[in-house]
T-cell receptor, first 112, second 111 residues
């Protein structure tokens, strides 16, 4: 079974802080994704990566950056956290093309 | 118009009922169709994965795709309280990596 592990289930940070969310997958998947999920807005893609050191912007990249130094690890960075970034953050991975995505259990991030 | 439309519900049915969950989509390039189940405070879990038109059955679950009308369905037979969750449809263009998610339908099965 594919396992996608997110480092924290719950996280509380203050406005202006730099926040790191970590994600690790164990299936040697090429693609990795970061989403945020908000009530009434569904899942929105922030960034995805199709290879080590490669990334593409999703639908809502503003205020975020990502890092993929190793194939199994994909990090989401909030450069200067703001209250409107309070959300559920979900990481996913998938094989090369035409493959379903497999999700971690999410990080519920609160920015105070 | 959104690429994928899904009634958010909520949908509440008695235990044992047949449940029908539906999505419509606008992009005829979609070739793969996924259904995810998401329990409260958990990540989405892949439930069904189908290619092109037709039916696929897995236990109590049947996924149906009608590409001519751009309509996808998930049927749950003999529904159980443990089926209570949010169900998301997610089509995929062949050769692409990004899924397009519906908003999700919140389903409650009452004992």
């Amino acid at each position: 079974d594919v396992k996608v592990t997110q480092s924290s289930r719950y996280l509380v940070k203050r406005t202006g802080e730099k926040v790191f969310l970590e994600c690790v997958q164990d299936m040697d998947h090429e693609n990795m994704f970061w989403y945020r999920q908000d009530p009434g807005l569904g899942l929105r893609l922030i960034y995805f990566s199709y290879d080590v050191k490669m990334k593409e912007k999703g639908d809502i990249p503003e205020g975020y950056s990502v890092s993929r130094e190793k194939k199994e690890r994909f990090s989401l960075i909030l450069e200067s956290a703001s209250t409107n970034q309070t959300s559920m953050y979900l990481c996913a991975s998938s094989g090369l093309v035409d493959q379903p995505q497999h999700f971690g259990d999410g990080t519920r991030l609160s920015i105070l | 118009q959104k690429e994928v439309e899904q009634d958010p519900g909520p949908l509440s049915v008695p235990e044992g009922a047949i449940v029908s969950l539906n999505c419509t989509y606008s992009n005829s390039a979609f070739q793969y169709f996924m259904w995810y189940r998401q329990y409260s405070r958990k990540g989405p879990e892949l439930l069904m994965y189908t290619y092109s038109s037709g039916n696929k059955e897995d236990g109590r679950f049947t996924a149906q795709v009608d590409k001519s009308s751009k309509y996808i369905s998930l049927f749950i037979r003999d529904s159980q309280p443990s089926d209570s969750a949010t169900y998301l449809c997610a089509p995929l263009i062949q050769g692409a990596q990004k899924l397009v998610f519906g908003q999700g339908t919140r389903l409650t099965i009452n004992p």
